[in-house]
Each structure stands twice: as C-alpha cells, then as structure tokens.
C-alpha cells in the first residue's frame, strides 16, 4: 500500500476514535481508580505555575505515562481546549497510529496477505467495540502496546548500515518508555534483545555494527530514563531506573501480583449499585488456588523462590489454575473498564466475542491446512513472541481483560488479513458441521463461564 492511502487510513482512524469518545463523553469528572490516579499524577508535575520533576510523588507508577497527560493537558488550556479533550485527542492520535499503521506493518511478507485499507481499519473498529474505554479514559495499555509496535517496527527495518545508530538510539528509549509505562513490559525487554541480536547476525550485520547498534540503546535507555532516577533519588534516596513497584503495604508489586493470582480467576471493576454487587473490587475467586493457600499457611510471597517452591508442592493444582486463567479470558461479557452495570448487553458482547474467535479458529485452520507450520518460523513472528509475552506473564497473575487487549488485537489482524471470502465459504460449505460445533463448544463455554460468574467475591447469586 502507498505512504499516502496509510496516511488517510491514520487519519480516518483518528477521526473515527475522536468521534467514538465524544460520544462516550467522558470527561475528567468521570475518570476514576486507575485512571483518575494518572490524571492526579499528571497533574502533581505542575506547582504554582512551574513544572518540576520533583513535584511527582506516586509511588509505584513511572513518569512517562503521566508527563505525556500532563502535556495534553498544558495544550488543551493554552487553546482553552477541555482536558479531557485534549487528553481523548492524544490517545486517538496514538491508537490510531499504532493501530492503522504499526500493527499491520508486522505482518509477514511471506504470508502473502494484501495490504489493504480494510486490514488497515477494520481491527481499530473492532477494537473500538470491545476496548473503547483503554481510550476514553487516561490508562496505559494502548501506548505501552503502541510503543512496543513501534520497536517492532523500527527492527523490522533495519539495515546494515551506519544508520542503525541512531534506529538503536531509538528502540533503546522507546523501550525504556514502554517500560516505564507498565513494568511488566519488562519482560518483552529481555526477550527483544535476544531476538534483536539473533536478527542482526542472522542478516549478516557486522560485529562492529552490532556492538554500537547496543551502545546505542543502551545510550537512549539511559537518556530516557533519567528523569525516573531523579524521582527516585528524591522520593527513595535510591540511585535507579527502575519504577519502584512497592505496593501499599511494603511489599513488592510483581510477587503481590503472582500471589493474587493463585486464588483469583479475574478481576474486574465494578461501579455501580451496591444493591447488587457490594464492593468496587469484583474479585472472582479460584476454590482449588485458595486451597493451596490455606494448606500453606501464607499470606503473600518473600520472594519469588518461595512462588515457586509452593507451586511444585502443588503441580497439578496449579496448572488447573493457569487453565482457568486463559479460559476465563476467552469470556467478554463487558466492553466497559468500569462496569456500571453488570447485565447490559452482557449477552450480546459475550456471544459476539465467541464468534469472533470460533471464526479466527476457522480462519486459523484453513491457513496452517494450507500452509507448513514452518511459516510462523520467522522473524516477524520472532518479534510478535516478545510483544505478546507480557500477556503470558500475566497469566500468573491477576488477571484483567485489558490486559489482553493485545493478544485480541493479533485477532482481529489475522482475521482481517485472511481471505474472508473463502472463509466464510469453507463455513457455508460445512454449514451444519460448523453450527453444530459452535453450539457444543459454546453450551460447554456459557457453563464453565456460569461457574466463574458465581465465584464472584460476594456475589453468589448472579449466574449467566
């Protein structure tokens, strides 16, 4: 496709999530939990009219997500523009970028799929049903994924030349920023640098070049994390890039978080009547995860060497937990990050979600039916892996369907990619094959799922 017809599909892509969030009209008055404490933070950079790094006090959030608020904000009250505007501008500028034009980008040459202005759109309009509230409300996922596309992106075209100092200069301060922004990206990190090693010499780039294409991002990490030492030298007395992801009681965030994650199937945030659901927290309780907490005797986890000496007391025990961590995943009932409502259109998001993965499952099928499994052997997909691996991660954890979003994003692109026309041929072709197999498998679904909904923490009366 041509630089320019992308170019209009950006932009066609920003008007459509501008005009989504205008109709969510989601002003800052509405913004809550997360993402009234990143308003909150991006406010704390201004005092008395001044901006000051020294200014910024939460504890266990970066800098980066913040500061970039901070600047929407400064714009939209220097053109006297609402904040909350400003702010749904900035996060369509960034969704429709890394949607229309890095995510696409990915997609292997070799896989022979056409660039097309629909493969270009159609995965932001589906994202918009599902996830439209990662962008009305100030929250990290979108431009953590964003910025990792766009790593991808700029490794994918590397060449070997003296130019890669400056792509290494880059990626290394984008990363650090994907980083910042959420931790766990942390992950991705180590698992690119491998990949992006491999890449070069399997490319025949020379040593030498490699040696300053890594000095090179380990220059921008530096340079972009400079602004997270100073806070932390000011905040801990402690001389480190790191976000220090101390929760409130003391304890690190990462081991908290795989604590958690032995006895909760999912969280979510409720916001709406007490009457029927009594607290903001919805947790959705695992029994045989519980279990092996009660028989340990533990309240959290010292380190993460004792995660995983409980974890081999209990093998099978813990693997039923991690299964019902991706089965609970597959269920979307809700498109809202705050639920203000439990029931409404629970059912309509639900089976739609289903059958939008029952047809990736037979679009997924027909093109490895037709092509080797050897075609997922490649760089592109090599890349995809260290984007991909912080939604893993988090499967031990607590999980959100938020943050999942990215995994769902390579849906809808494969879906988009693929030829449609045959696909829904082959269905047609097998049309009572097909329907038969889509009830079984989503009467059995709708039943595991009833069992996660009954296991919310105090709610034992709402079932599907």
Not at 408 to 436: P, Q, R, T, W
Request: charged residues 15%; aromatic residues 18%.
């Amino acid at each position: 496709m041509k630089k320019k017809y992308k170019g209009v599909c950006f932009l066609v892509g920003v008007l459509i999530v501008i005009v989504c969030g205008l109709f969510a009209h989601i002003t800052t008055d509405a913004y809550m939990y997360d993402s009234m404490d990143y308003y909150v933070a991006a406010k704390s950079f201004i005092s008395s009219g001044k901006f000051s790094l020294y200014n910024y006090s939460n504890t266990y959030r970066g800098y980066c997500f913040p500061m970039i608020l901070c600047f929407y904000t400064l714009i939209g009250n220097a053109f006297g523009i609402p904040e909350w505007i400003s702010i749904l501008v900035g996060n369509s500028l960034v969704a429709s970028f890394s949607f229309t034009i890095c995510l696409p980008n990915i997609l292997p040459d070799r896989w022979k799929m056409k660039d097309t202005i629909f493969l270009r759109l159609a995965p932001l309009g589906v994202i918009l049903v599902f996830w439209k509230y990662l962008i009305v409300y100030p929250l990290t996922d979108i431009y953590s994924f964003g910025i990792i596309l766009l790593v991808v992106n700029l490794s994918l075209r590397l060449k070997n030349s003296w130019k890669i100092i400056v792509q290494g200069f880059i990626i290394g301060f984008l990363i650090y920023v994907a980083y910042n922004i959420r931790t766990i990206y942390l992950f991705s990190a180590i698992l690119f640098f491998l990949i992006l090693f491999i890449d070069c010499w399997r490319k025949q780039i020379g040593i030498k070049k490699i040696i300053f294409l890594y000095m090179a991002i380990i220059i921008g990490i530096v340079i972009s994390s400079y602004p997270q030492m100073k806070i932390n030298i000011n905040q801990h007395n402690r001389k480190s890039i790191a976000v220090i992801t101390e929760d409130l009681n003391g304890g690190e965030l990462f081991t908290s978080q795989l604590y958690v994650g032995m006895f909760y199937d999912r969280y979510e945030t409720y916001v709406g009547s007490n009457d029927v659901y009594p607290d903001v927290p919805m947790n959705f309780i695992d029994r045989a995860g519980l279990q092996i907490i009660s028989n340990e005797k533990i309240t959290g986890f010292d380190s993460l060497g004792q995660y995983i000496k409980v974890i081999l007391k209990h093998p099978i025990d813990y693997i039923g937990v991690i299964v019902r961590h991706i089965m609970s995943i597959l269920y979307m009932p809700w498109n809202q990050g705050y639920i203000y409502d439990l029931n409404k259109w629970k059912v309509v998001f639900m089976v739609l979600n289903y059958t939008i993965l029952y047809f990736f499952a037979i679009c997924a099928y027909r093109f490895f039916k037709e092509n080797s499994y050897r075609i997922l052997i490649n760089r592109n997909m090599a890349y995809v892996s260290a984007t991909l691996f912080p939604c893993i991660a988090i499967l031990f954890g607590a999980v959100e369907m938020r943050f999942f979003m990215p995994v769902y994003s390579f849906i809808y692109l494969f879906i988009c990619a693929g030829d449609l026309k045959e696909n829904f041929f082959f269905i047609k072709k097998y049309l009572l094959k097909n329907v038969i197999f889509f009830i079984i498998v989503f009467c059995l679904l709708v039943g595991y799922w009833g069992a996660i909904m009954a296991s919310a923490q105090g709610l034992p009366q709402l079932l599907m």
